[in-house]
């Protein structure tokens, strides 16, 4: 991304490390301390609540910080960059995306975010937006606990004095964190928190380095973990921290483990689907192992930190649909939806969007109970069973889940859960959805006027993968596997013929 400035685009490094007074008597700051961080949200507020175990939401995510607070110890909450935009507001979307990033932050400012050192992506719409969100957002911080200074947080040779000093490489991610790792221990630094990856996706994982010259600590993105340090501040601080690795390996397993299972499960899934009951079973044994692997991990105990000199334990919460919501931020959320469905409703009723129209000899999307002039009938007029099967799948409530969670004139939702977005024929604006709700025959088979007029032809007989995909994609099909999603679509008079059958669909 283009740079925005020297102030803001430089790395910022976030020190840990200061000499301190040997001896508890003679120190001012807590025995221990607990810094929560979060990066790399890119506007996300929520999943989209597409498929099961979906992560992340600002929700859970005020749930999780609560929890840690409660347990009394003194904690800071700090952000790294691109929080609020993965690039800048665009087309019909930038409205909305403005207004998600706004929400973004009311719903961090009710966590109580102590520091935000802000990236490039922050600074799209200029630094007068940025700071018209209040956040606490600049390139050093002092943050106090008892009234006295406890935790710095700013760019090489800029950090003010405290016992503890922190620090954030803003500059892709783990790796370019760690090559700094030598410079930073040089330097007197004893961990180094990385952010800023070139994609939404790219190395999306939780990841801490703790055996190179100083630890680095990488969060997964779109809001979807927190990274948890707890600091020890006893004995010599001079000495420097001890990174504690228990903790972040039980985590990392853990989350390989948890990879590993969603992978298994696929192909459990598609191996029912295929009729290969043998190996269906040999993965159930696989997934069986796995799970005894993670409760035996989950039940390890982590050492204790020692007493007599600094040290640190990082480790990660997964922000899971078995967290509960805080209320108060829920209520941020709703709110930001319904602001988001009354300005493009608003919108769309002031400046009716009309479909394209086709190009010579192409086809246009019908419905499924529409039949153009002149045709033999709809779909459902010559295909009664088929839809009467689609009627029973998901798809045929695509609409009603986003009206469900009140999502239904959100424009990065709605594409997904209509047929024809935007294409001739199709539902080309949020106020004029009536009779292509839901994922219907055309949205797979394609455009069907010209197979209404001329049957047989002119239809996509067997959609492919890409097909699938187009709205199946990772962030919000997390379990997507082919031959056990089709098995939730094909049925009596609708491909049921594919049922066992081995190669494409």
């Known amino acids: 991304m283009r740079k925005l400035g020297a102030r803001w685009a430089a790395v910022a490094l976030l020190w840990l490390a200061a000499p301190g007074?040997?001896?508890?008597?003679?120190?001012?700051?807590?025995?221990?301390v607990t810094l929560v961080y979060t990066a790399d949200l890119f506007g996300t507020l929520e999943p989209c609540g597409c498929s099961q175990d979906q992560r992340g939401g600002l929700a859970r995510m005020a749930a999780a910080l609560a929890r840690i607070r409660a347990e009394g110890q003194p904690v800071?909450?700090?952000?790294?960059?691109?929080?609020?935009?993965?690039?800048?507001?665009?087309?019909?979307?930038?409205?909305?995306q403005e207004l998600a990033a706004r929400t973004a932050a009311r719903a961090l400012a009710a966590m109580r975010l102590d520091a935000f050192a802000p990236g490039e992506r922050d600074l799209v719409l200029g630094p007068a937006f940025l700071r018209g969100l209040a956040l606490p957002a600049g390139d050093r911080f002092t943050l106090r606990a008892g009234g006295r200074p406890l935790v710095a947080l700013g760019p090489p040779g800029a950090v003010p004095a405290a016992p503890v000093r922190i620090g954030l490489v803003h500059e892709g991610g783990t790796r370019a964190a760690a090559a700094r790792a030598e410079e930073a221990r040089?330097?007197?630094?004893?961990?180094?928190?990385?952010?800023?990856?070139?994609?939404?996706?790219?190395?999306?994982?939780?990841?801490?380095?703790?055996?190179?010259?100083?630890?680095?600590?990488?969060?997964?993105?779109?809001?979807?973990?927190?990274?948890?340090v707890d600091l020890y501040l006893r004995g010599d601080l001079a000495r420097g921290f001890t990174a504690l690795p228990d903790a972040a390996a039980r985590?990392?397993?853990?989350?390989?483990?948890?990879?590993?299972?969603?992978?298994?499960?696929?192909?459990?899934?598609?191996?029912?689907?295929?009729?290969?009951?043998?190996?269906?079973?040999?993965?159930?044994?696989?997934?069986?192992?796995?799970?005894?692997?993670?409760?035996?991990v989950r039940a390890r105990p982590v050492p204790e930190p020692p007493r007599d000199r600094p040290s640190l334990v990082v480790s990660f919460v997964a922000l899971g649909?078995?967290?509960?919501?805080?209320?108060?931020?829920?209520?941020?959320?709703?709110?930001?939806?319904?602001?988001?469905?009354?300005?493009?409703?608003?919108?769309?009723?002031?400046?009716?969007?009309?479909?394209?129209a086709p190009a010579a000899g192409a086809a246009a999307y019908v419905g499924t109970d529409e039949a153009p002039r002149g045709a033999v009938s709809s779909c459902k007029g010559c295909h009664p069973e088929a839809v009467a099967q689609w009627e029973t799948t998901r798809h045929a409530r695509a609409w009603a889940t986003l009206v469900r969670v009140g999502r239904e004139h959100d424009l990065a939702c709605v594409g997904c859960h209509v047929t024809g977005w935007r294409e001739p024929g199709g539902a080309c604006d949020i106020a004029a959805v009536e009779g292509r709700r839901d994922v219907q025959c055309e949205a797979c088979h394609g455009p069907?006027?010209?197979?209404?007029?001329?049957?047989?032809?002119?239809?996509?007989?067997?959609?492919?993968?890409?097909?699938?995909?187009?709205?199946?994609?990772?962030?919000?099909?997390?379990?997507?596997?082919?031959?056990?999603?089709?098995?939730?679509?094909?049925?009596?008079?609708?491909?049921?013929?594919?049922?066992?059958?081995?190669?494409?669909?």
């Open 21 to 32: 007074p040997a001896g508890a008597a003679a120190r001012a700051y807590p025995d221990h």
């Open 76 to 96: 800071f909450f700090v952000a790294g960059g691109d929080l609020l935009f993965e690039g800048r507001p665009a087309g019909d979307l930038a409205v909305q």
């Open 186 to 228: 040089r330097e007197g630094l004893a961990l180094l928190l990385a952010s800023h990856r070139g994609e939404v996706l790219e190395d999306d994982v939780n990841r801490a380095a703790l055996e190179g010259p100083v630890p680095v600590v990488q969060v997964q993105g779109r809001g979807q973990s927190l990274a948890r």
């Open 251 to 296: 985590d990392e397993e853990l989350e390989l483990l948890e990879l590993r299972t969603a992978d298994y499960a696929r192909r459990r899934a598609g191996a029912l689907a295929s009729g290969a009951a043998e190996l269906a079973r040999a993965l159930d044994g696989k997934l069986a192992e796995l799970a005894a692997r993670a409760r035996e």
């Open 321 to 356: 649909e078995r967290l509960p919501q805080d209320p108060r931020v829920r209520a941020i959320l709703d709110r930001h939806h319904a602001e988001v469905a009354r300005q493009n409703l608003a919108r769309a009723r002031a400046a009716p969007r009309p479909c394209p």
């Open 448 to 505: 069907a006027s010209l197979h209404a007029l001329d049957p047989p032809g002119h239809l996509v007989r067997r959609p492919g993968e890409a097909v699938c995909r187009g709205c199946h994609t990772p962030e919000h099909s997390t379990r997507f596997e082919l031959r056990s999603y089709l098995q939730g679509v094909i049925g009596a008079g609708h491909g049921d013929g594919l049922r066992g059958r081995d190669g494409p669909p």
